[in-house]
């Protein structure tokens, strides 16, 4: 499974965009990017996946460079409830023996007034 | 009820103890996991059951044994854990393709979590 790398805290304000990205230099062929979001005693919510390019929902925006070594989770005009930890992972579509997602150390961001 | 439920939310108990966690999702998915969350530390994949059958155990101890019923219900049952145990049990679901030859890549819908102490 590829490894991922993500920055471990960033903080910022209410109302700016907050762009975190992850680096998967090993990601393979068959890999998408997939964004969880997680706060305090809960468990992660999907945010967010991407095959190559952009993708964009009602909540955030996933950049994808052509390499696809990197991808950047923007989340516009945060709030303060945006204070979360932010988790990106690379997996392949897997077989139907079940998706085998690995979470990294994630990224904690606080969003201040 | 929706979406995935986990019982207890919180669960303290005894090295010499037994106890069971229930997770429950109502979305009609055919796959089920447990995860382990310890302090600052990322999450773990622990077993993997798709159609009711396990399809991965990451190496768990056997102190920790899994159940899954019916494709929704999933049960995690605890017997002489230590304290190093104590995390937050997350199990979350997902809908996987029927047969080895059909890749299918969903969300996983994730429960509250059971938060366990081990004294």
């Known amino acids: 499974l590829a490894k991922t790398t993500q920055p471990i805290s960033m903080d910022s304000y209410e109302g700016q965009e907050v762009n975190i990205t992850c680096s998967h230099n090993?990601?393979?062929?068959?890999?998408?990017i997939t964004w969880y979001q997680q706060f305090p005693s809960q468990g992660p919510r999907f945010i967010i996946q991407?095959?190559?390019t952009k993708v964009t929902n009602e909540v955030a925006s996933l950049f994808i460079p052509a390499d696809r070594k990197s991808s950047t989770l923007s989340l516009p005009r945060v709030s303060l409830s945006d204070t979360a930890v932010y988790y990106c992972?690379?997996?392949?579509?897997?077989?139907?023996?079940?998706?085998?997602?690995?979470f990294g150390g994630g990224t904690r961001v606080l969003v201040k007034p | 009820e929706t979406g995935v439920t986990q019982t207890p939310r919180h669960l303290v108990m005894g090295m010499t103890n037994k106890k069971s966690l229930k997770c429950e999702q109502h979305?009609?998915?055919?796959?089920m996991y447990w995860y382990k969350q310890s302090a600052k530390k990322p999450l773990e994949l622990m077993f993997v059951?798709?159609?009711?059958?396990?399809?991965e155990n990451n190496s768990v101890p056997s102190r920790f044994s899994p159940e899954c019923p019916n494709s929704s219900h999933l049960f995690l049952h605890l017997h002489t854990l230590q304290p190093e145990d104590s995390a937050l049990y997350l199990c979350?679901?997902?809908?996987?393709?029927?047969?080895?030859?059909?890749?299918?890549?969903?969300?996983?819908?994730f429960g509250p979590g059971t938060r366990l102490t081990v004294l």
């Open positions: 979350a679901s997902s809908q996987v393709g029927a047969g080895l030859a059909v890749y299918s890549y969903n969300e996983q819908f």
């Open positions: 090993n990601i393979a062929t068959n890999d998408y």
């Open positions: 991407g095959y190559k």
């Open positions: 992972l690379v997996g392949g579509r897997v077989k139907a023996a079940g998706n085998k997602l690995t």
């Open positions: 979305l009609g998915h055919n796959a």
């Open positions: 059951y798709n159609f009711k059958e396990q399809t």
